[in-house]
């Protein structure tokens, strides 16, 4: 062997020094857990994002898995509880397409950021990405019911949607399957008191399969008309209020009479008439009001108002309701005392003797006149005779 050369000594160390400083760089998590103290504490993570890395202009991938579990290892415990925390980790899972061509591809998954003490272990350790060329262009969007069931008792009109159209961004062999796009809207979640609903917007191929796409905007809101059972019910007034001093009952009277109620069959099939509030308070003379007719979320009152007419009525005063009984005896009496001077009969006992009494006196004036004649002449007869003698 060639006898080492003294002054190539110091180049050989600085060489090596350089090649440690490499390795232990490149090696950094597994000399740091090697070296590490017995006590090394683990701790599993699920749902970390994996953020992939790629020409978003030029771009569009799909197909791969969006989270993945990751185990952490470390012997200091005060780091590894900063990286298991999501509000205070500072790794990341990356997916680097750097160099891929447009294709299908596996790519392997690595931890950026991570903490040199903190070993990680990704589950899976790779995924399957779609590369496309970015393609956009707008479409309709039509309005559909996801489902049939929950339906019962409700009827679902016509729907649209604002706005009509989206921008749709995905591949550019995706975008040629695209059959349709649409808004979809669970039946369920409608009701009666609302006439929209926020949805978000699909794309479907052909067999009705979603597709992966970017829409802008994301979600679009649904008009729809419930075609809601109708049904004619009567109105009655309900009285609110203390009545006012002279006031003795109110007439409350409603027009219209009846109103038409819209909703579904089960809540219309409840309702036989509804009660309008009506408040007296204060009320002493006639008044007219506009009365909204109570409804609920669960049914529609056509018209929604009422015209009320209010009509107080006065208690009748003691005093006059004494004088129309006096008024009454003085009747009676005038009647009685006619009836005895006609006929020269005592007081009836009763109206009715009185009456009767009355009757008999004028159906005989001739006899009760004849008789007074007679009786004069006969005292004119006596008194001459005492005269003569």
């Known amino acids: 062997m060639k006898r080492l050369n003294k002054a190539n000594i110091p180049s050989l160390l600085i060489s090596l020094l350089f090649s440690l400083i490499l390795f232990f760089n490149v090696n950094s998590q597994t000399v740091s857990h090697f070296f590490s103290s017995d006590t090394n504490y683990e701790e599993a ?36 509880n900063k990286e298991v925390d999501p509000d205070t980790r500072s790794f990341t899972v990356v997916a680097d397409l750097a160099g891929l061509s447009t294709g299908t591809h596996e790519v392997k998954l690595q931890t950026k950021n991570l903490q040199n003490s ?26 559909v019911l996801s489902t049939t069931a929950g339906q019962k008792n409700r009827q679902i009109g016509e729907m649209s949607v604002e706005p009509e159209t989206v921008e749709v961004t995905t591949g550019s062999e995706t975008l040629k399957q695209i059959d349709r796009v649409i808004a979809a809207v669970d039946p369920t979640r409608l009701s009666a008191s609302e006439d929209s609903i926020q949805s978000q917007v699909q794309a479907l191929n052909a067999n009705g399969e979603s597709l ?29 209020g203390a009545l006012p001093e002279g006031v003795e009952s109110y007439k409350i009277s409603l027009n219209p009479t009846k109103v038409t109620i819209s909703g579904t069959k089960e809540t219309l ?43 107080p009525v006065e208690k009748k005063s003691g005093a006059a309701a004494s004088s129309q009984s006096a008024s009454n005896s003085a009747d009676a009496s005038t009647v009685a005392a006619t009836s005895q001077s006609a006929s020269g009969l005592r007081p009836a006992q009763n109206p009715n003797s ?32 005492m005269q003569t003698n």
């Open 45 to 80: 993570i699920q749902n970390v994002p994996v953020t992939v890395q790629y020409d978003q202009k030029k771009y569009f991938v799909h197909g791969f898995t969006n989270t993945v579990a990751v185990k952490l290892s470390s012997a200091n415990r005060i780091q590894l």
């Open 118 to 143: 903190i070993v990680a272990t990704i589950e899976p350790k790779t995924v399957t990405v779609t590369i496309e060329k970015r393609a956009t262009k707008k479409f309709e969007v039509t309005p």
């Open 354 to 385: 009185v009456i009767t009494s009355t009757s008999q006196a004028a159906s005989k004036p001739t006899h009760s006149t004849k008789n007074s004649s007679s009786t004069s002449a006969t005292e004119m007869s006596t008194t001459e005779t």
């Open 269 to 311: 099939n409840g309702i036989a008439s509804i009660g309008v509030p009506i408040d007296v308070h204060q009320v002493t003379e006639t008044v007219k009001k506009t009365v909204t007719i109570p409804t609920n979320k669960n049914y529609k009152v056509t018209p929604a108002s009422v015209n009320a007419q209010i009509d």
């Open 212 to 240: 992966p796409v970017q829409v802008s905007p994301q979600n679009v809101t649904v008009d729809f008309a419930m075609q809601k059972a109708t049904k004619q019910v009567d109105l009655y007034p309900i009285q609110q």
